[in-house]
Structure formats: C-alpha cells, structure tokens
C-alpha cells in the first residue's frame, strides 16, 4: 500500500507542477504517468522540445531523477526513524554519476562555444537525466553532441 501511495503522490505532485508552469491538464498527467514510469512518451512529436518553459524541464528534471530511485528505497526512507540518505547505497553513485556527468558535458557544449552557459546546464542535465533514468524525453539534438 505504501508503494502505491508514494507513487499516487508523486504523480499527483508532478502532474500540479507541470500544469503550474504552463501544460495542459492533458499533457501533465500524460506527461507525468510517463515520467513516473521512466516510459518517456509524449503527447508531442518533438517531446519535451516542444515546451519552450525552462521550469517544465527543470521539473521533469527531478522527477526523472527521483523515479530512477526504487520505491521500496522510498518506502524504507518513509519508515526509517532518521530517514536519512545513507551514501552507501546504490542511489547515492547514481546520482553523483548524474551530477558528474552533467557538469562534463555542460562545460564542453559551453567552452566549445556551442550554447550559452545557462542554455549549456538545461540541456545537458535534461539529456543526462532522461538517459540516466532511461526515461527517452528529448529537449533538443543531441546527436550533435
């Protein structure tokens, strides 16, 4: 019942964020069913890439990254009296990798000239958490890369 909760109130809170910052009803719950389930389908032919909002990419962002999480680890993290992220586990080396990874390939698009500095760390940590998560939204080319 507890996975069932966490996931219903995360969907939930995804789906408010993406109508606050500016998607339909439709493409929220749409888009955060999808997210949620690292699925990464969208109701637009160009994905993510088709909502201009940078807060819509920052908040798929986070829920990218928190979906790559096992909810049992969340259902643990629930009960636990301290409730605190121990950097033994698992996800502690995915999201220092997450971080890693992000800063390299925004530091190369930004000095190569590619993208502005802010447009280098948005579109490098969209693409690194929708690969990461194995989620599959895409923000722009990154073939390029």
């Known amino acids: 019942m507890a996975l069932w909760v966490i996931y219903t109130a995360l969907t939930a809170i995804c789906t408010g964020g993406l109508m606050l910052f500016g998607m339909s009803g439709f493409d929220a719950i749409n888009h955060a069913f999808t997210t949620l389930a690292t699925g990464g389908f969208s109701t637009q032919n160009a994905s993510i890439a088709a909502y201009e909002s940078p807060w819509i990419h920052w908040w798929l962002i ?11 680890l969340y259902v643990r993290w629930l009960y636990r009296k301290e409730g605190r992220f121990k950097p033994d586990e698992p ?6 990798a997450m971080v890693v990874s992000t800063v390299l390939i925004s530091l190369a698009r930004w000095l190569s000239g590619e993208t502005g500095f802010w447009h280098s760390i948005l579109g490098s940590a969209f693409q690194v958490a929708s690969i990461g998560s194995t989620t599959g939204f895409a923000s722009e080319n990154y ?3």
Request: hydrophobic share 65%; proline share 0%; charged share 10%.
């Open 62 to 72: 986070l829920f990218m990254v928190i979906a790559s999480g096992s909810f049992l």
């Open 91 to 96: 996800l502690g080396g995915f999201l220092i």
């Open 143 to 145: 073939d390029k890369w």
